[in-house]
Protein backbone atom coordinates (compact mmCIF):
# COMPACT_ATOMS: atom_id res chain seq x y z
CA UNK A 1 0.00 0.00 0.00
CA UNK A 2 0.77 3.52 -0.37
CA UNK A 3 1.56 5.37 1.89
CA UNK A 4 2.03 9.20 2.68
CA UNK A 5 2.45 11.04 6.58
CA UNK A 6 2.18 14.36 7.66
CA UNK A 7 3.23 15.86 10.70
CA UNK A 8 3.22 19.35 11.75
CA UNK A 9 2.44 20.49 8.32
CA UNK A 10 5.57 18.38 7.02
CA UNK A 11 5.83 15.04 5.06
CA UNK A 12 6.93 12.56 7.93
CA UNK A 13 6.89 9.28 5.53
CA UNK A 14 6.16 8.67 1.63
CA UNK A 15 6.38 5.25 0.16
CA UNK A 16 4.78 5.13 -2.96
CA UNK A 17 4.86 3.38 -5.80
CA UNK A 18 3.77 4.19 -9.70
CA UNK A 19 0.52 4.09 -9.22
CA UNK A 20 0.44 7.80 -7.52
CA UNK A 21 1.95 10.65 -8.97
CA UNK A 22 3.07 12.92 -5.97
CA UNK A 23 4.02 16.84 -5.60
CA UNK A 24 5.80 17.33 -2.78
CA UNK A 25 5.20 21.10 -2.39
CA UNK A 26 2.18 21.42 -2.78
CA UNK A 27 0.74 18.29 -1.45
CA UNK A 28 -0.75 17.07 -4.89
CA UNK A 29 -1.80 13.36 -5.45
CA UNK A 30 -2.66 12.46 -8.81
CA UNK A 31 -3.97 8.78 -9.98
CA UNK A 32 -1.91 7.00 -12.42
CA UNK A 33 -3.71 3.36 -12.60
CA UNK A 34 -5.49 1.99 -9.68
CA UNK A 35 -4.55 2.65 -6.34
CA UNK A 36 -5.18 2.22 -2.50
CA UNK A 37 -3.28 5.00 0.09
CA UNK A 38 -3.40 5.19 3.62
CA UNK A 39 -2.84 8.29 4.66
CA UNK A 40 -1.83 10.22 7.85
CA UNK A 41 -2.00 14.10 9.26
CA UNK A 42 -1.21 14.43 12.41
CA UNK A 43 -0.62 17.81 14.42
CA UNK A 44 -1.63 21.69 14.54
CA UNK A 45 -0.67 23.44 11.17
CA UNK A 46 -2.89 23.82 8.29
CA UNK A 47 -2.91 21.18 5.56
CA UNK A 48 -4.38 21.22 2.39
CA UNK A 49 -4.31 18.31 -0.16
CA UNK A 50 -5.25 18.32 -3.56
CA UNK A 51 -6.16 14.76 -5.33
CA UNK A 52 -6.57 14.61 -8.95
CA UNK A 53 -8.38 11.41 -9.55
CA UNK A 54 -7.95 10.96 -13.40
CA UNK A 55 -10.17 9.22 -16.31
CA UNK A 56 -10.37 5.07 -15.39
CA UNK A 57 -8.59 5.42 -12.30
CA UNK A 58 -10.26 4.26 -9.01
CA UNK A 59 -8.17 5.48 -5.86
CA UNK A 60 -8.90 4.14 -2.38
CA UNK A 61 -7.86 5.94 0.39
CA UNK A 62 -7.80 5.11 4.26
CA UNK A 63 -7.14 8.22 6.20
CA UNK A 64 -6.34 8.78 9.93
CA UNK A 65 -6.39 12.43 11.03
CA UNK A 66 -5.33 13.61 14.58
CA UNK A 67 -5.82 17.49 14.36
CA UNK A 68 -5.27 20.36 17.01
CA UNK A 69 -6.54 23.67 16.52
CA UNK A 70 -5.99 23.76 12.96
CA UNK A 71 -7.63 23.53 9.40
CA UNK A 72 -7.46 20.22 7.04
CA UNK A 73 -8.30 20.65 3.12
CA UNK A 74 -8.99 18.43 0.58
CA UNK A 75 -9.21 19.58 -2.86
CA UNK A 76 -10.63 16.73 -4.81
CA UNK A 77 -11.40 16.60 -8.70
CA UNK A 78 -11.95 13.82 -10.09
CA UNK A 79 -12.48 12.72 -14.30
CA UNK A 80 -14.30 10.49 -16.67
CA UNK A 81 -14.96 6.91 -15.27
CA UNK A 82 -13.18 7.53 -12.13
CA UNK A 83 -13.88 6.08 -8.30
CA UNK A 84 -12.12 7.50 -5.17
CA UNK A 85 -12.91 5.73 -1.97
CA UNK A 86 -12.61 7.76 1.49
CA UNK A 87 -12.87 6.19 4.85
CA UNK A 88 -11.37 8.49 6.64
CA UNK A 89 -11.07 8.76 10.79
CA UNK A 90 -10.98 12.29 12.39
CA UNK A 91 -9.89 12.64 15.71
CA UNK A 92 -10.54 16.58 16.14
CA UNK A 93 -9.57 18.73 18.57
CA UNK A 94 -11.44 22.09 17.45
CA UNK A 95 -10.52 22.01 13.73
CA UNK A 96 -12.17 22.26 10.72
CA UNK A 97 -11.81 19.52 7.62
CA UNK A 98 -12.98 21.24 4.57
CA UNK A 99 -13.60 18.81 1.59
CA UNK A 100 -14.48 20.24 -2.19
CA UNK A 101 -15.37 17.73 -4.69
CA UNK A 102 -15.84 18.52 -8.05
CA UNK A 103 -16.85 15.51 -10.25
CA UNK A 104 -15.73 16.82 -13.51
CA UNK A 105 -16.76 13.65 -15.80
CA UNK A 106 -19.32 11.51 -16.78
CA UNK A 107 -19.53 8.42 -14.43
CA UNK A 108 -17.32 9.64 -11.50
CA UNK A 109 -18.09 8.35 -8.54
CA UNK A 110 -17.30 8.92 -4.98
CA UNK A 111 -17.85 7.12 -1.97
CA UNK A 112 -16.91 9.53 1.49
CA UNK A 113 -17.09 8.11 4.73
CA UNK A 114 -16.21 9.36 7.65
CA UNK A 115 -16.01 9.42 11.38
CA UNK A 116 -15.24 12.14 13.58
CA UNK A 117 -14.50 12.25 17.27
CA UNK A 118 -14.24 15.52 19.50
CA UNK A 119 -15.14 19.60 18.73
CA UNK A 120 -14.85 19.71 14.55
CA UNK A 121 -16.61 21.88 12.07
CA UNK A 122 -16.92 19.65 8.85
CA UNK A 123 -17.51 21.23 5.34
CA UNK A 124 -18.50 19.25 2.24
CA UNK A 125 -19.12 20.44 -0.92
CA UNK A 126 -19.85 17.99 -3.77
CA UNK A 127 -20.16 19.50 -7.61
CA UNK A 128 -22.07 17.08 -9.84
CA UNK A 129 -20.90 18.93 -12.74
CA UNK A 130 -21.41 15.85 -15.43
CA UNK A 131 -23.92 13.57 -15.71
CA UNK A 132 -24.13 10.44 -14.41
CA UNK A 133 -22.17 11.25 -11.55
CA UNK A 134 -22.66 9.59 -7.79
CA UNK A 135 -22.06 10.06 -4.51
CA UNK A 136 -22.74 8.31 -1.14
CA UNK A 137 -21.67 10.54 1.56
CA UNK A 138 -22.17 8.60 5.26
CA UNK A 139 -20.89 11.21 8.17
CA UNK A 140 -20.91 9.31 11.41
CA UNK A 141 -19.12 11.00 14.97
CA UNK A 142 -19.56 11.10 18.49
CA UNK A 143 -19.70 13.91 20.93
CA UNK A 144 -18.53 13.33 24.37
CA UNK A 145 -18.58 16.76 25.42
CA UNK A 146 -18.05 18.84 22.53
CA UNK A 147 -20.04 20.61 19.47
CA UNK A 148 -19.87 18.92 16.45
CA UNK A 149 -21.00 20.76 13.14
CA UNK A 150 -21.63 18.93 9.74
CA UNK A 151 -22.21 21.01 6.46
CA UNK A 152 -22.77 18.58 3.70
CA UNK A 153 -23.75 20.44 0.77
CA UNK A 154 -24.12 19.06 -2.73
CA UNK A 155 -25.30 20.98 -5.87
CA UNK A 156 -26.42 19.12 -9.70
CA UNK A 157 -26.70 22.10 -11.95
CA UNK A 158 -28.94 22.04 -14.88
CA UNK A 159 -28.36 19.14 -17.39
CA UNK A 160 -26.17 17.31 -15.22
CA UNK A 161 -28.71 14.11 -15.82
CA UNK A 162 -29.04 11.14 -13.65
CA UNK A 163 -27.07 11.45 -11.30
CA UNK A 164 -27.68 9.84 -8.11
CA UNK A 165 -26.89 11.34 -4.45
CA UNK A 166 -27.32 10.03 -0.94
CA UNK A 167 -26.38 11.04 2.03
CA UNK A 168 -26.65 9.55 5.63
CA UNK A 169 -25.24 11.90 8.61
CA UNK A 170 -25.54 10.02 12.81
CA UNK A 171 -24.33 11.89 15.74
CA UNK A 172 -24.69 10.04 19.20
CA UNK A 173 -23.82 12.50 21.88
CA UNK A 174 -22.89 11.24 25.14
CA UNK A 175 -23.26 14.33 27.16
CA UNK A 176 -25.71 17.19 26.24
CA UNK A 177 -24.02 19.62 23.85
CA UNK A 178 -24.40 21.14 20.96
CA UNK A 179 -24.46 19.56 17.61
CA UNK A 180 -25.93 20.75 14.23
CA UNK A 181 -26.40 18.46 11.03
CA UNK A 182 -26.79 20.77 8.17
CA UNK A 183 -28.04 18.60 4.81
CA UNK A 184 -27.50 21.23 2.15
CA UNK A 185 -28.78 20.06 -1.83
CA UNK A 186 -29.31 22.64 -4.17
CA UNK A 187 -30.17 20.77 -7.50
CA UNK A 188 -31.29 22.42 -10.81
CA UNK A 189 -32.43 19.69 -13.01
CA UNK A 190 -35.34 17.01 -12.90
CA UNK A 191 -33.56 14.25 -13.56
CA UNK A 192 -31.59 12.85 -10.27
CA UNK A 193 -31.96 10.72 -7.51
CA UNK A 194 -31.50 12.27 -4.13
CA UNK A 195 -31.61 10.89 -0.68
CA UNK A 196 -30.71 12.00 2.81
CA UNK A 197 -30.87 11.19 6.26
CA UNK A 198 -29.90 12.67 9.80
CA UNK A 199 -29.77 11.73 13.27
CA UNK A 200 -29.08 13.07 16.05
CA UNK A 201 -29.14 10.61 19.32
CA UNK A 202 -28.01 9.87 22.69
CA UNK A 203 -26.06 6.42 23.41
CA UNK A 204 -28.74 3.65 23.18
CA UNK A 205 -29.21 2.62 26.10
CA UNK A 206 -31.02 -0.79 25.43
CA UNK A 207 -27.10 -1.62 23.40
CA UNK A 208 -25.70 -0.35 26.59
CA UNK A 209 -27.73 -2.73 29.01
CA UNK A 210 -27.53 -5.48 26.75
CA UNK A 211 -23.74 -5.37 26.89
CA UNK A 212 -23.15 -4.97 30.58
CA UNK A 213 -25.36 -7.83 31.32
CA UNK A 214 -22.41 -9.55 29.80
CA UNK A 215 -20.33 -8.60 32.35
CA UNK A 216 -18.94 -5.42 30.44
CA UNK A 217 -18.22 -2.49 32.89
CA UNK A 218 -20.13 0.68 31.61
CA UNK A 219 -16.75 2.69 30.45
CA UNK A 220 -15.53 -0.41 28.62
CA UNK A 221 -19.38 -1.02 27.50
CA UNK A 222 -19.44 2.50 26.04
CA UNK A 223 -16.38 2.11 24.94
CA UNK A 224 -17.20 -0.92 22.37
CA UNK A 225 -20.14 0.90 21.32
CA UNK A 226 -18.64 4.13 20.17
CA UNK A 227 -15.39 2.43 18.38
CA UNK A 228 -18.09 -0.03 16.77
CA UNK A 229 -20.18 2.64 15.75
CA UNK A 230 -17.18 4.77 14.64
CA UNK A 231 -14.64 2.13 13.40
CA UNK A 232 -17.55 -0.22 12.23
CA UNK A 233 -19.29 1.93 9.85
CA UNK A 234 -16.50 2.80 7.77
CA UNK A 235 -15.59 0.35 5.01
CA UNK A 236 -12.45 -0.87 6.54
CA UNK A 237 -10.26 -4.55 5.79
CA UNK A 238 -9.19 -5.97 9.44
CA UNK A 239 -5.15 -4.14 8.84
CA UNK A 240 -7.13 -1.08 8.36
CA UNK A 241 -9.25 -1.50 11.46
CA UNK A 242 -6.83 -2.61 14.08
CA UNK A 243 -4.36 0.40 13.00
CA UNK A 244 -7.38 2.47 14.38
CA UNK A 245 -7.60 0.39 17.18
CA UNK A 246 -3.79 0.94 18.13
CA UNK A 247 -4.51 4.46 18.44
CA UNK A 248 -7.45 3.78 20.93
CA UNK A 249 -9.19 7.14 20.09
CA UNK A 250 -11.63 6.91 22.49
CA UNK A 251 -8.86 7.62 25.44
CA UNK A 252 -7.83 10.86 23.31
CA UNK B 1 -29.10 -19.62 45.84
CA UNK B 2 -32.26 -17.17 45.14
CA UNK B 3 -34.63 -15.59 47.42
CA UNK B 4 -37.82 -13.39 46.24
CA UNK B 5 -39.72 -11.72 48.88
CA UNK B 6 -42.60 -9.27 48.35
CA UNK B 7 -41.58 -7.85 45.13
CA UNK B 8 -43.33 -4.91 43.86
CA UNK B 9 -42.13 -3.45 40.62
CA UNK B 10 -43.84 -0.95 37.97
CA UNK B 11 -42.99 0.44 34.87
CA UNK B 12 -44.26 4.02 34.25
CA UNK B 13 -46.45 4.24 37.28
CA UNK B 14 -47.80 0.66 36.25
CA UNK B 15 -47.29 -1.75 38.55
CA UNK B 16 -46.31 -5.09 36.64
CA UNK B 17 -45.08 -7.36 40.01
CA UNK B 18 -47.33 -7.81 42.72
CA UNK B 19 -46.24 -9.30 46.23
CA UNK B 20 -44.30 -11.76 43.95
CA UNK B 21 -41.80 -14.71 46.15
CA UNK B 22 -40.31 -17.34 44.55
CA UNK B 23 -37.67 -19.15 46.22
CA UNK B 24 -34.61 -21.22 44.00
CA UNK B 25 -31.82 -23.43 45.27
CA UNK B 26 -28.54 -24.41 43.71
CA UNK B 27 -29.09 -26.96 40.81
CA UNK B 28 -33.12 -26.99 40.71
CA UNK B 29 -34.93 -26.32 37.24
CA UNK B 30 -38.03 -23.78 37.96
CA UNK B 31 -40.56 -22.73 35.03
CA UNK B 32 -42.35 -19.74 34.48
CA UNK B 33 -45.78 -20.23 32.74
CA UNK B 34 -48.53 -17.50 32.07
CA UNK B 35 -50.55 -15.67 29.87
CA UNK B 36 -48.97 -12.09 27.47
CA UNK B 37 -47.99 -9.45 29.48
CA UNK B 38 -48.22 -11.20 33.07
CA UNK B 39 -44.78 -10.29 33.59
CA UNK B 40 -42.61 -12.81 32.49
CA UNK B 41 -39.74 -11.01 31.25
CA UNK B 42 -40.35 -8.42 33.76
CA UNK B 43 -39.30 -10.46 35.98
CA UNK B 44 -36.08 -11.33 34.33
CA UNK B 45 -35.45 -7.92 33.61
CA UNK B 46 -35.58 -6.91 37.11
CA UNK B 47 -32.89 -9.93 37.93
CA UNK B 48 -30.38 -8.92 35.64
CA UNK B 49 -31.09 -4.97 36.95
CA UNK B 50 -32.65 -3.24 34.12
CA UNK B 51 -33.21 0.50 35.24
CA UNK B 52 -36.43 0.85 33.72
CA UNK B 53 -38.32 -1.28 35.97
CA UNK B 54 -38.51 0.23 39.54
CA UNK B 55 -38.58 -1.51 42.42
CA UNK B 56 -40.94 -0.39 44.86
CA UNK B 57 -40.90 -2.71 47.37
CA UNK B 58 -39.37 -6.32 48.17
CA UNK B 59 -35.88 -8.07 48.28
CA UNK B 60 -33.85 -10.21 46.01
CA UNK B 61 -31.29 -11.70 47.91
CA UNK B 62 -28.45 -14.45 45.85
CA UNK B 63 -26.14 -16.03 47.48
CA UNK B 64 -27.13 -13.92 50.58
CA UNK B 65 -26.26 -10.60 49.11
CA UNK B 66 -28.44 -8.03 48.36
CA UNK B 67 -28.81 -8.31 44.92
CA UNK B 68 -30.76 -4.69 44.38
CA UNK B 69 -27.77 -3.15 45.24
CA UNK B 70 -25.46 -4.61 42.18
CA UNK B 71 -25.12 -3.06 38.76
CA UNK B 72 -26.48 -4.91 35.68
CA UNK B 73 -22.65 -5.89 35.04
CA UNK B 74 -21.50 -6.72 38.52
CA UNK B 75 -24.42 -9.04 38.72
CA UNK B 76 -23.64 -10.77 35.23
CA UNK B 77 -20.15 -11.24 36.71
CA UNK B 78 -21.12 -12.64 39.25
CA UNK B 79 -23.49 -15.79 37.37
CA UNK B 80 -26.63 -14.05 36.61
CA UNK B 81 -27.61 -14.91 32.80
CA UNK B 82 -30.59 -13.65 31.20
CA UNK B 83 -30.77 -15.39 27.57
CA UNK B 84 -33.55 -12.20 26.12
CA UNK B 85 -36.73 -13.33 24.77
CA UNK B 86 -35.72 -10.66 21.77
CA UNK B 87 -31.85 -10.09 21.76
CA UNK B 88 -30.83 -6.23 20.52
CA UNK B 89 -29.08 -5.91 17.56
CA UNK B 90 -26.43 -3.51 17.94
CA UNK B 91 -24.80 -2.18 14.73
CA UNK B 92 -20.86 -1.71 14.45
CA UNK B 93 -19.64 -4.21 17.37
CA UNK B 94 -18.77 -7.20 16.21
CA UNK B 95 -19.72 -10.52 18.07
CA UNK B 96 -16.23 -11.73 18.95
CA UNK B 97 -15.01 -8.19 19.87
CA UNK B 98 -17.75 -8.24 22.05
CA UNK B 99 -17.32 -12.20 23.51
CA UNK B 100 -13.81 -10.90 24.05
CA UNK B 101 -14.70 -8.20 25.87
CA UNK B 102 -17.34 -10.05 28.37
CA UNK B 103 -14.34 -13.06 29.04
CA UNK B 104 -11.77 -10.23 29.75
CA UNK B 105 -14.32 -8.26 32.13
CA UNK B 106 -14.35 -11.55 34.04
CA UNK B 107 -10.31 -12.03 34.91
CA UNK B 108 -7.56 -9.86 36.06
CA UNK B 109 -5.25 -11.94 33.71
CA UNK B 110 -4.61 -11.99 30.14
CA UNK B 111 -7.29 -13.56 28.14
CA UNK B 112 -5.55 -16.53 25.96
CA UNK B 113 -6.53 -16.05 22.71
CA UNK B 114 -5.83 -19.51 21.36
CA UNK B 115 -8.14 -21.50 23.99
CA UNK B 116 -10.74 -18.52 23.47
CA UNK B 117 -10.62 -19.23 19.99
CA UNK B 118 -10.95 -23.28 20.56
CA UNK B 119 -14.26 -22.74 22.92
CA UNK B 120 -15.63 -20.35 20.67
CA UNK B 121 -14.91 -22.69 17.56
CA UNK B 122 -16.62 -25.68 19.81
CA UNK B 123 -19.27 -24.01 20.95
CA UNK B 124 -20.65 -22.57 17.91
CA UNK B 125 -20.62 -26.01 16.39
CA UNK B 126 -22.20 -27.41 19.11
CA UNK B 127 -24.94 -24.93 18.31
CA UNK B 128 -24.93 -25.54 14.48
CA UNK B 129 -24.01 -21.58 14.13
CA UNK B 130 -22.08 -20.55 11.01
CA UNK B 131 -18.86 -19.79 11.86
CA UNK B 132 -19.36 -16.05 9.73
CA UNK B 133 -21.81 -15.04 12.43
CA UNK B 134 -19.13 -14.75 15.07
CA UNK B 135 -17.49 -12.11 12.94
CA UNK B 136 -20.57 -10.25 12.12
CA UNK B 137 -22.45 -7.61 14.24
CA UNK B 138 -24.04 -8.42 17.09
CA UNK B 139 -27.20 -10.29 15.92
CA UNK B 140 -27.58 -7.42 13.48
CA UNK B 141 -29.51 -9.16 10.40
CA UNK B 142 -29.51 -12.66 12.05
CA UNK B 143 -32.64 -14.57 12.15
CA UNK B 144 -34.91 -15.44 15.29
CA UNK B 145 -33.96 -19.07 15.74
CA UNK B 146 -30.08 -17.31 15.19
CA UNK B 147 -30.04 -14.77 17.46
CA UNK B 148 -31.65 -17.78 20.26
CA UNK B 149 -28.60 -19.55 19.73
CA UNK B 150 -26.50 -16.52 20.25
CA UNK B 151 -27.38 -16.28 23.20
CA UNK B 152 -27.24 -19.69 24.39
CA UNK B 153 -23.50 -19.32 22.97
CA UNK B 154 -23.04 -16.28 25.30
CA UNK B 155 -24.19 -18.52 28.17
CA UNK B 156 -22.30 -21.65 27.53
CA UNK B 157 -19.18 -19.32 27.36
CA UNK B 158 -20.14 -17.08 30.40
CA UNK B 159 -20.56 -20.45 32.41
CA UNK B 160 -23.41 -18.59 34.57
CA UNK B 161 -24.92 -20.13 37.70
CA UNK B 162 -28.25 -18.69 37.30
CA UNK B 163 -29.81 -18.66 33.94
CA UNK B 164 -32.92 -17.31 33.35
CA UNK B 165 -33.78 -18.47 29.58
CA UNK B 166 -36.91 -15.96 28.45
CA UNK B 167 -38.64 -17.62 25.85
CA UNK B 168 -36.47 -19.47 24.43
CA UNK B 169 -38.45 -21.61 22.43
CA UNK B 170 -40.25 -19.14 20.41
CA UNK B 171 -39.02 -18.90 17.04
CA UNK B 172 -37.08 -21.95 17.11
CA UNK B 173 -38.43 -24.41 14.66
CA UNK B 174 -38.42 -27.99 15.69
CA UNK B 175 -34.64 -29.07 15.13
CA UNK B 176 -33.66 -25.59 16.34
CA UNK B 177 -35.17 -25.87 19.49
CA UNK B 178 -33.60 -29.53 19.83
CA UNK B 179 -30.19 -28.21 19.31
CA UNK B 180 -30.91 -25.30 21.76
CA UNK B 181 -32.30 -27.83 24.73
CA UNK B 182 -29.07 -30.43 23.96
CA UNK B 183 -26.94 -27.14 24.67
CA UNK B 184 -28.67 -26.07 27.79
CA UNK B 185 -27.83 -30.46 29.27
CA UNK B 186 -24.77 -30.16 28.30
CA UNK B 187 -23.95 -27.13 30.38
CA UNK B 188 -26.51 -28.70 33.42
CA UNK B 189 -24.21 -31.49 32.96
CA UNK B 190 -20.85 -29.91 32.96
CA UNK B 191 -22.44 -26.97 35.76
CA UNK B 192 -24.70 -29.00 37.75
CA UNK B 193 -24.91 -26.32 40.45
CA UNK B 194 -26.25 -24.34 38.25
CA UNK B 195 -29.95 -23.01 38.58
CA UNK B 196 -32.30 -22.69 35.81
CA UNK B 197 -35.77 -19.94 35.36
CA UNK B 198 -37.50 -21.38 31.74
CA UNK B 199 -40.27 -18.62 30.84
CA UNK B 200 -42.22 -20.88 28.66
CA UNK B 201 -45.69 -21.03 26.68
CA UNK B 202 -45.41 -24.47 25.79
CA UNK B 203 -44.87 -27.53 26.98
CA UNK B 204 -42.93 -28.70 24.61
CA UNK B 205 -39.10 -27.66 25.73
CA UNK B 206 -39.79 -29.32 29.11
CA UNK B 207 -39.66 -32.88 27.06
CA UNK B 208 -36.43 -31.94 26.88
CA UNK B 209 -35.51 -30.23 30.06
CA UNK B 210 -37.36 -31.72 32.96
CA UNK B 211 -38.36 -29.24 35.80
CA UNK B 212 -38.15 -29.27 39.30
CA UNK B 213 -41.11 -26.88 39.86
CA UNK B 214 -43.50 -25.34 37.83
CA UNK B 215 -45.12 -22.08 38.35
CA UNK B 216 -48.00 -20.22 36.81
CA UNK B 217 -47.77 -16.64 37.23
CA UNK B 218 -51.20 -14.24 37.10
CA UNK B 219 -51.82 -10.60 37.96
CA UNK B 220 -48.47 -10.12 38.81
CA UNK B 221 -47.09 -12.79 41.30
CA UNK B 222 -47.43 -16.83 41.49
CA UNK B 223 -50.78 -17.87 41.35
CA UNK B 224 -49.63 -21.83 41.49
CA UNK B 225 -46.87 -24.47 41.81
CA UNK B 226 -46.82 -27.72 40.51
CA UNK B 227 -44.71 -30.59 38.84
CA UNK B 228 -44.63 -31.38 34.71
CA UNK B 229 -48.03 -32.78 34.78
CA UNK B 230 -49.24 -28.63 35.71
CA UNK B 231 -47.62 -27.59 32.62
CA UNK B 232 -49.85 -30.47 30.76
CA UNK B 233 -52.42 -29.03 32.20
CA UNK B 234 -52.00 -25.52 30.99
CA UNK B 235 -51.56 -26.59 27.29
CA UNK B 236 -54.96 -28.65 27.76
CA UNK B 237 -56.77 -26.63 29.73
CA UNK B 238 -55.12 -23.15 29.28
CA UNK B 239 -54.35 -20.45 31.66
CA UNK B 240 -57.58 -18.93 32.24
CA UNK B 241 -59.70 -22.52 33.94
CA UNK B 242 -56.49 -22.90 36.21
CA UNK B 243 -57.46 -19.45 36.95
CA UNK B 244 -61.20 -19.75 37.86
CA UNK B 245 -59.99 -22.85 39.86
CA UNK B 246 -57.81 -20.64 41.88
CA UNK B 247 -60.34 -18.06 42.68
CA UNK B 248 -62.60 -20.84 44.21
CA UNK B 249 -59.72 -22.23 46.28
CA UNK B 250 -58.96 -18.66 47.59
CA UNK B 251 -62.54 -18.27 48.75
N1 LIG C 1 -40.41 -0.94 28.71
C1 LIG C 1 -41.74 -0.96 28.95
N2 LIG C 1 -42.47 0.17 28.86
C2 LIG C 1 -43.81 0.15 29.10
N3 LIG C 1 -44.50 -0.94 29.44
C3 LIG C 1 -43.84 -2.09 29.55
C4 LIG C 1 -42.42 -2.17 29.30
N4 LIG C 1 -42.02 -3.44 29.48
C5 LIG C 1 -43.13 -4.13 29.82
N5 LIG C 1 -44.22 -3.33 29.86
C6 LIG C 1 -45.59 -3.74 30.19
O1 LIG C 1 -45.55 -4.52 31.34
C7 LIG C 1 -46.41 -5.64 31.23
C8 LIG C 1 -45.63 -6.92 31.44
O2 LIG C 1 -44.76 -7.13 30.35
P1 LIG C 1 -43.80 -8.37 30.22
O3 LIG C 1 -43.06 -8.55 31.48
O4 LIG C 1 -42.99 -8.18 29.00
O5 LIG C 1 -44.85 -9.54 30.02
P2 LIG C 1 -44.64 -11.05 29.60
O6 LIG C 1 -43.19 -11.29 29.39
O7 LIG C 1 -45.22 -11.84 30.70
O8 LIG C 1 -45.43 -11.25 28.34
C9 LIG C 1 -47.09 -5.54 29.89
O9 LIG C 1 -48.35 -4.96 30.07
C10 LIG C 1 -46.18 -4.63 29.12
O10 LIG C 1 -46.92 -3.90 28.18
MG1 LIG D 1 -42.09 -11.81 27.76
Not at chain 1, 115 to 121: Q, R
Not at chain 1, 227 to 244: R, T, V, W
Amino acid sequence: MNIISIVNGKINKLDLNSELEFDEKNICINTISNSKLYLEIIGDENVKINILVKNDTTLKIFNYSKLEHCSLDFNIVQNENSKLTMNCMFNSNDSKINSLVNLNGKNSIIEYNSSCLGETKKKLRINHNYSNTNSIVKSYAVSDNENINFDIEEFVPKNSVNCNLSQASKIITIKDNKCMIKPILLIDEKDVNASHSSVISPISESDLLYIRSRGIKLEDAKKLLINGFLIGNLSLNEDEKNILLEKDIFRR
Amino acid sequence: MLKIKKLNVSIEDKEILKNFNLNINEGEVHVIMGPNGVGKSTLSKVLIGDKNYKINDGKISYYNEDLLKLEVDERSRKGIFVAYQLPSEIEGVNNIDFLKSAIKARSDKQINLFKFANDIEKLSKDLKLKENMLYRNINAGFSGGEKKKNEILQMRLLKPKLVILDEIDSGLDVDSLRIVCDNVLEYIKENPKTSLIIITHYPRILEYIKPDYVHIMKNGCIVKTGDYSLALEIEKEGFEKISTNIIKENI
